[in-house]
């Protein structure tokens, strides 16, 4: 009987730390978690608008999205510049698009500031090029990202959005 408590011992001493480390990894972890959507906000497409309201706050602005639900606007800074979030949502409120718009007094500012995130976009895509401030969509499998500019004389903004795959089109040929 000795010989087998002995044997059980060193059985157990070796098989519970691997138990005990396996089961300490598998509860830290959660089951392929999504990635935000986009460099200004945390939020992922599976976020609902509970999930917006708590993240963002209470107290937005709404307006008809064009997906046909509502789009929720709060004030939010983003590279040291004030703007604004938005979170389009559908019809069956699911999110379909995340934008960040700011405005600027002059167009060299914008331009600037374009430039700025389209290398950013640039580095994150792995693509070259850029589009010379006439817009620019990267088409990804994922979702589309769409930078664009507003220059007129009583308007002079910039809006960085990221689409849903489900309102993302692949690129014209």
């Not at 157990?12 to 396996?22: N, R």
């Not at 392929?32 to 599976?46: G, K, L, Q, R, Y």
């Not at 976009?121 to 693509?127: A, D, K, L, V």
């Not at 589309?144 to 009583?154: K, Q, R």
Request: proline share 6%.
């Amino acid at each position: 009987m000795n010989d087998f408590n002995g044997k059980f011992s060193k059985r157990f001493y070796l098989f519970f730390p691997a138990l005990l480390a396996l089961v300490l990894c598998a509860c830290g972890k959660e089951e392929n978690p999504a990635a935000p959507v986009s460099p200004f906000s945390d939020s992922t497409w599976e976020y609902t608008v509970e999930d917006i309201l708590a993240y963002e706050g209470s107290e937005p602005a709404t307006y008809d999205s064009v997906y046909g639900g509502i789009c929720y606007t709060y004030p939010k800074p983003y590279q040291n510049r004030q703007g604004t979030i938005k979170y389009m949502f559908d019809d069956e409120e699911r999110l379909m698009c995340v934008a960040w718009t700011c405005a600027a007094d002059e167009e060299q500012e914008l331009y600037d500031f374009y430039d700025l995130i389209e290398k950013d976009i640039n580095s994150q895509t792995g693509e070259t090029g850029s589009s010379s401030h006439a817009g620019r969509v990267w088409y990804r499998e994922n979702g589309n990202i769409i930078l664009s500019l507003m220059i007129t004389s009583d308007l002079k903004a910039m809006q960085y959005a990221y689409l849903h795959p489900d309102v993302s089109s692949p690129p014209k040929e």
